[in-house]
């Protein structure tokens, strides 16, 4: 198996192995835990998941810009995911589309970045 580095960065992230468990949500709702900063987190439910990424809806989308780098606890794991768009919904919440690696470079979801969150 290649690493991260010795992949071409077109490649699709997800090793085989993935390919064969993903989706772990489809279809149905489940429960995470967004992490927006070391210090702020907050509960949100996922929509949908696939081997690029995860659809969330949440209450709060104050820290939540576009390229924001996320941790999403999820599964019994701690995930890293970039902000690609936010969806207003009604009654106030917001579908939230998170793409699973970090801003320094494409890792898998469960690889951890050099750097810390803000």
């Known amino acids: 198996m290649q690493t991260v580095d010795e992949r071409d960065q077109n490649e699709p992230v997800a090793s085989e192995l993935d390919r064969r468990l993903w989706p772990r949500v489809g279809g149905g709702e489940s429960e995470a835990t967004l992490w927006t900063s070391v210090t702020e987190s907050q509960q949100v439910t996922v929509l949908n998941e696939s081997q690029t990424g995860v659809a969330v809806l949440v ?29 207003p919904e009604e009654g106030g919440m917001t579908r939230v589309g998170l793409e699973w690696g970090c801003a320094e470079s494409r890792l898998s979801p469960l690889s951890s970045p050099s750097s810390d969150l803000e």
Not at 65 to 87: K, Q
């Open 59 to 87: 209450d709060d989308t104050s820290r939540l810009h576009l390229e924001r780098e996320v941790r999403l606890i999820f599964g019994g794991e701690l995930m890293w995911a970039l902000v690609r768009h936010t969806t």
